[in-house]
């Protein structure tokens, strides 16, 4: 499910027919009325976006079946630089994220809404810091130009679709980004990974005493 109906032609062409660009609460109602619910729901880098977490959670509880399971990530707050990076890029501040979780406020928020659960510390790769360094000094104008020129934005194809001349371009650029911001990249992981990384995962299970309401 998801509000782009782009992503959603994305899955189509992949051969995931029951892809939705349903909001959550019609897919509930959609779901609901056919009597269908779930034993397990995913929500990655979902739950930061929410503006009211308790019809967000309530609408999930009502999709699962009885000890159904949940699993999903969020950013996590603690990250190493998180103040620079709210400045720089304004994408962890309203309109994009209402709130900011560590593994505790959303291991008890999960907790306090009826789950069984775990939240676990992730590590991040080499390549995400790398990209992370790009748009810091590139710009992200400098960065969506570059994917326009190499990109068909009418495409929702994968790198496969794209001409053979840029196919090797990119290959190019993406090699000399690397290659340039490697160390920095690799500092800029230790410091990630000793602050409790990038993002924080989590699963869990539906208490048998939860009721659908």
């Given at each position: ?10 899955a ?14 019609d ?9 269908v ?6 929500f ?25 399971w ?5 950013p996590?707050r603690?990250r190493a630089?998180?103040n ?5 890029e304004g994408q962890?501040t309203?309109?994009h ?10 291991q008890t ?8 659960a ?5 590590r ?5 810091t ?5 748009y ?8 969506r ?8 934005p009418?495409?929702t194809g ?11 371009l ?5 090699t000399m980004?690397y290659?340039?911001l490697?160390p ?5 992981k230790l ?5 409790g990384?990038?993002?924080l995962?989590f699963?869990?299970?539906l208490?048998?005493y939860?009721l659908?309401?």
């Open positions: 499910m998801d509000f782009d109906e782009k992503n959603v032609r994305a189509h062409s992949r051969r995931i027919q029951n892809a939705f660009a349903y909001s959550l609460n897919f509930i109602d959609y779901c609901l009325s056919r009597y619910r779930f034993d397990a729901i995913t990655f880098e979902v739950i930061e976006h929410q503006d009211n977490l308790h019809d967000f959670i309530g609408g999930i509880k009502k999709l699962l079946n009885a000890g159904g949940i699993a999903g990530s969020a996590n603690d630089f998180a620079i990076t709210r400045r720089w962890d309203p309109r994220h209402f709130f900011w979780w560590n593994k505790k406020s959303l928020f999960l907790h306090l809404n009826g789950f069984d775990d939240v676990l510390v992730t991040v790769d080499l390549e995400t790398i990209g992370n360094l790009a810091f000094f590139l710009g992200s104008k400098v960065i130009k570059v994917r326009g020129f190499i990109f068909d009418t495409e994968s790198h496969s679709c794209i001409l053979g001349h840029k196919s090797k990119l290959t190019l650029l993406k980004r290659l340039f490697l920095a990249g690799m500092a800029l410091s990630y990974d000793r602050s990384g990038l993002s995962y699963q869990g299970k208490k048998a939860q659908r309401t």
